[in-house]
C-alpha cells in the first residue's frame, strides 16, 4: 500500500469514527436553519396541540397515536432531530441522554423523551434504532418516524414547518401532555435547564392533584347549611356536581 492509498485509508477511517461518534462530529456543515433567529422567532408563538390525526412509528416498530399513545398524558421532552444531521442534532440527543439518566426514576411511568424525525424519508424505524444505540436510550425514550404526511401533521402539531430537514429550528418542547401547558426552549444543549422545565411541570401535576383530592374531601354544600366553622371542623364546602 504506498502512502496516498494509505492516507485514503485512514481519512476514510477517521471519518466513520466521527460518524458513529456523536460527540465528534464538527459544526457548520450548512445547518443555517439551526442557527437561524428567524426560524426561531417564527415558531416562538405557534401553539402546540398534539392529536392522533397521526399514526406514527417508533424504533421497535410500534405503530402509536401521537396524543394517546405516545404522548399519554405524561410530562414530555420533544427533539427534532435526523439521522443525517452532524450539527445540532446529535447535540439534542446528546442532552436527551443526560436527561434520561437524571429522570430515571420517573422515565416512561411519569415522563417521557421523544426524539420526532424530520426525514422521515430516510429515517425508518430500522435506521433510528441503529443510529439511537448511540445514545443507549431506555424505556420512556420514543425515536418516532412514520410516513410524510404522518410526519409533517405530527410536526405540525407541535408548531413546526420545514421545507428540508436541514433548516429545521433548534428547539426542545417541554410539556404537560394532560393539562396542554409546552414550554419552547432554544439552549438545546443545556439539560439542566430542561431538567428545571420539567420538575417545575411535576411539581404543578402534584399541586393539581392535592387541589383535586382536597375539593372533594370538603363537605357538600346545601341551601340551608351554611359553611362549615365550627371547631375541628374542615372550613367551606363544596357544591355537588350537575
Known sequence: MNWRTKGLAISVLMLGLALSMPRAWAHGDGHEGHHGARAAAAAAGKPVKPTDAATLVDQDGRQLRLASDALAGRIVVVGFVYTNCSDICPLVSQTFAQLQESLAPLMDRKVRL??????????????????????????GWLWLTGDVTNVAQAL??????????????????????????????????????????????LAAQRTAKHSVLHGAEREPCTGTTPPAASAGAKTGCAARPV
Do not use: C, M
Request: cysteine-free; glycine content about 4%.
Open 114 to 139: 421523544v426524539s420526532l424525525t424530520v426525514d422521515p424519508v430516510r429515517d425508518t424505524p430500522a435506521r433510528l434504532k441503529e443510529y439511537s444505540q448511540h445514545f443507549a436510550p431506555k424505556p
Open 156 to 201: 405540525q402539531a407541535f408548531g413546526i414547518h420545514i421545507t428540508k430537514p436541514e433548516n429545521h429550528p433548534a428547539q426542545i418542547l417541554v410539556g404537560d401532555a394532560q393539562s396542554g401547558r409546552w414550554i419552547r426552549l432554544y439552549d438545546i444543549d443545556k439539560p439542566q435547564q430542561v431538567l428545571a422545565k420539567v420538575d417545575e411541570l
